[in-house]
């Protein structure tokens, strides 16, 4: 494993080694010791669009590690393939620093500074998928569940960049993912039929959200207006209506339901202020868990 890109491209076996790593790294760092495995090694951090989690938690994972995070901006290097095409962009970055993660619009550049670069390349969120997200829910839900396989996740809203690395987290780590989304805004039809090539069945799309959350383990939501689609906010608005993730949705769940959502929360758009802050709700472990399993990560890649 040399980069990660996305979900779909990693093994099984990968993944659960992934999610061991952060557990133990997790503990470890917890119990106060601290692996110096990436002194002297920096982290390029490309971002063409804002964060809040993704950002401090990379830059703290770098820094637990003993190694050094840059946080680049849009116009700090001009925009990347703007100032300068992506593929010298990689180049050049291969020959300062140890690695680079990337939060971009289109997928296809996180791909090219893979292709280009001689060093390990992070996917921290593109307009496609957001695979850091998508394991440290997987962490959060073995942490909760003691388990991963065959927990049934509800995804209300829409089938987004989260839903799409959640379908590829479902199929190769056995999970039930069932999105329910308004028409038009339906996970895309390739990804079901990927996510199941991994583990039939695992991916569904309905257009009700009551009958996606009767059995689930996890009820799942995200913003109806991911970054980058600001123009389309009040029609998408006017869309989701029917698709909050309320009390009265979580109550329609079994009990034991437990709620996520990769934050930010637009609350009181596509989940409620209870909700959000109802016993069930696990949020927060989730925010948490970014740090950690980018910490399991980075030493993967770089140490
Ligand atoms: N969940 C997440 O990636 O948050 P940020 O956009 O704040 O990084
Ligand atoms: N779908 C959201 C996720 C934010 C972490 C977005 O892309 O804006």
Redesign the pocket.
Known sequence: MNDFVAISECSTQELHELLDASGSLKAFYQSGKRDLCLTGKTLAMLFE?PSL??RISFQVAMTDLGGYPIYVKPEDIGGIGKREPIKDIARVLSRYVQGIMARTFEHQTVIDLAEYADIPVINA?T?WS?PC?AMADCLTIREHFGRIEGIKIAFIG?G???ARSLAFAAGRLNMKLVVASPRGYELDEPTIQRANSFTADCTSQTGDPFAAVADADVIYT??WV???QENEKEKRRRDFAGFVVDVKLVEAAPKHVKIMH???AYRGYEITDDACECPGSIIFDQAENRLHFQRALLKKLMA
């Open positions: 669009k989690r993704t969120l307009d957001h997200q829409d987004n960049n989260v995200d913003t991911s970054m980058g990769c934050l930010p």
